[in-house]
C-alpha cells in the first residue's frame, strides 16, 4: 500500500526529463534523481568525458539516459541542443535548466562580453528552452520547468555583479512561464542553493577559511551536497507539485534565514 501510494505521488515513469549542465554538480545530482526514480532522462552539457561518465553511471544503474553534448552560450547552440535532445526518447515532460557560468569580476570591472555571456547561458538559454519545450507540455496537459538559481538572486554578496542579476532574472522568467502555462498543467520552479562545493563555485571553494565561515552560518552546521537537491527535484518533476507553481524553493539548510 505505501509503495503504490509513495508512487503515485512521486514515480517518473514514463516521463521523458532534459537536464541541462546535467554532467556535474547539482546537475548531475538532479539527472541521477530523476532517471533513478524512472524518467528517461537527456544530459546537455559542453564536456564529453564527463557526460559519457554520467550516463554510464546512470545505464549502469538500468536507468535510461543518453547525451547531448552543446554549447549553451549561443542560439543556435540552444535551438540545436533542444532539437537533437527531443529526438532521443521524445518530446520532454521535464526540462530542468542547471547550466550556468560564474564570472564575477567587480562591478566596476564588468565589461559588456562578461554580461553578454553570463546572461547568455544563464538566462537566455533557459528562456529558449522554454519556449522550445513549454507551449508541448502544455497540449499534453503536464510539464515541469525547474530552474537552478542562487542566493544572490536574492541578496547581493561575493561580488554579485552579473550573475547575481541572471539569476534574478531567471526567478522572475520562472514566474512568467507559470503564468502563462501552469493553468494547462505547466508548472515552474526554481531551486535555490545554499553553498555548495562544485566547480561552479571554485573561487570560493579554495579558500578555506570562507568555506568554513558559510558552513557556521548555515543552520544544519554544513554546506551543501549535490545530492541534497535529489528529493526536492524529483518532488518538483512528479505529480505530487501540482500546486506548487511560481516559487523559489530554497534548499540551503537555513542558510538565507540566519
Aim: with cysteine.
Amino acid at each position: 500500500m505505501s509503495a503504490d501510494y509513495l508512487s503515485s505521488l512521486f514515480s517518473l515513469d514514463g516521463r521523458v526529463a532534459v537536464v541541462t549542465g546535467g554532467s556535474s554538480g547539482i546537475g548531475r545530482a538532479i539527472a541521477g534523481a530523476l532517471a533513478r526514480a524512472g524518467a528517461s532522462v537527456v544530459v546537455v552539457a559542453r564536456r564529453e568525458a564527463e557526460l559519457a561518465a554520467t550516463v554510464d553511471e546512470l545505464t549502469a544503474d538500468g536507468c535510461r539516459a543518453a547525451a547531448v553534448s552543446a554549447d549553451l552560450a549561443a542560439r543556435e547552440g540552444v535551438r540545436a541542443a533542444a532539437d537533437e535532445a527531443a529526438a532521443v526518447f521524445g518530446e520532454p515532460d521535464v526540462l530542468v535548466s542547471s547550466a550556468g557560468i560564474n564570472l564575477r569580476p567587480p562591478m566596476d570591472g564588468l565589461d559588456e562580453a562578461t554580461w553578454d555571456a553570463t546572461m547568455a547561458v544563464n538566462l537566455e538559454a533557459p528562456f529558449l528552452l522554454g519556449q522550445r519545450f513549454g507551449p508541448g507540455m502544455a497540449e499534453r496537459g503536464f510539464g515541469r520547468l525547474i530552474h537552478v538559481s542562487s542566493q544572490q538572486a536574492h541578496r547581493a554578496f561575493v561580488q554579485s555583479g552579473a550573475y547575481g542579476v541572471s539569476k534574478g532574472g531567471l526567478e522572475s522568467l520562472a514566474r512568467s512561464q507559470a503564468e502563462a502555462w501552469s493553468v494547462r498543467g505547466v508548472t515552474a520552479n526554481t531551486l535555490v542553493p545554499g553553498f555548495v562545493m562544485t566547480p561552479l563555485n571554485a573561487r570560493l571553494s579554495s579558500d578555506p577559511q570562507r568555506v568554513a565561515a558559510l558552513a557556521d552560518r548555515t543552520l544544519v552546521g554544513r554546506n551543501g551536497l549535490p545530492d541534497d537537491f535529489a528529493g526536492a527535484a524529483v518532488f518538483l518533476a512528479s505529480a505530487a507539485s501540482a500546486y506548487v507553481t511560481g516559487q523559489s524553493v530554497f534548499v540551503d539548510g537555513g542558510f538565507s534565514v540566519h
